[in-house]
């Protein structure tokens, strides 16, 4: 069975300030991986996903997350925030052939202060 | 384009009465189903999914149960509510094609009192 770790429940960072929301997964098969995104009283927004081939996946709003094998990590990355960006952040995990069920982490809070 | 709804919005509801909350996706044709159900600090915990009309799929037991009686709509039910039973419930959809994807509704806010 997998799981997800994401060992920072909050994230306090100024704006226009770089952040890294960090993802740990186990599994022992392949895996696809997954950044949501949730706003206040809102459901669960796809941000980025790797599946294959590249390890560097980017979101249309200048996120990024990087697949690495060896560390099992698949950490956010922002290089310049925005007030706009506060909201909580979910890693999850499935894997291949699994039905589409995912593993989700307990989230991050992202508070961007200005 | 596809799209999901739920309903209600938001819920007061004393303990021990029943529940039903209602899910209905658009655009799209024999999704799999999920329900889960959020709780502060917790992230998101599976409850039930469905890879077709009634075929329901119980990741964790509970006073809680689901239902697809048609195909694009995925119902959660109790009989008796409890104090614990309090949170935000979430639906969501995947294609067969999707490799894992989700695509979320925009949730429906419990209160048991």
């Known amino acids: 069975a997998q799981s997800v770790t994401q060992l920072d429940s909050q994230v306090p960072v100024f704006e226009e300030a770089p952040v890294e929301l960090r993802c740990n997964y186990s599994?022992?098969?392949?895996?696809?991986l997954f950044w949501y995104v949730q706003y206040p009283n809102q459901g669960l927004q796809l941000l980025l996903k790797y599946l294959s081939g590249s390890t560097l996946v980017e979101s249309i709003n200048g996120f990024e997350a990087e697949f690495n094998k060896s560390q099992t990590s698949f950490h956010l990355r922002k290089p310049s925030v925005h007030i706009s960006d506060t909201a909580e952040y979910f890693c999850a995990v499935t894997y291949t052939g699994g039905g589409n069920k995912l593993t989700f982490g307990t989230g991050t809070q992202l508070k961007v202060e200005l | 384009s596809q799209t999901i709804h739920q309903w209600p919005a938001t819920l007061v509801q004393p303990v021990g009465s029943p529940l039903s909350l209602e899910c209905t996706v658009e655009g799209t044709s024999n999704p799999n189903l999920y329900w889960y159900r959020q709780a502060a600090g917790r992230g998101l915990q599976l409850l039930f999914y469905?890879?077709?009309?009634?075929?329901i799929s119980s990741e964790v037991p509970q006073n809680l149960s689901a239902s697809r009686p048609q195909d694009r709509q995925f119902i959660l039910s109790s009989k008796k509510l409890l104090l614990s039973d309090s949170g935000f419930y979430l639906c969501?959809?995947?294609?067969?094609?999707?490799?894992?994807?989700?695509?979320f509704g925009p949730g429906t806010r419990l209160l048991v009192l």
């Open positions: 599994s022992s098969v392949s895996v696809y």
């Open positions: 469905s890879v077709g009309i009634g075929q």
């Open positions: 969501a959809w995947s294609g067969a094609a999707d490799e894992g994807t989700q695509y």
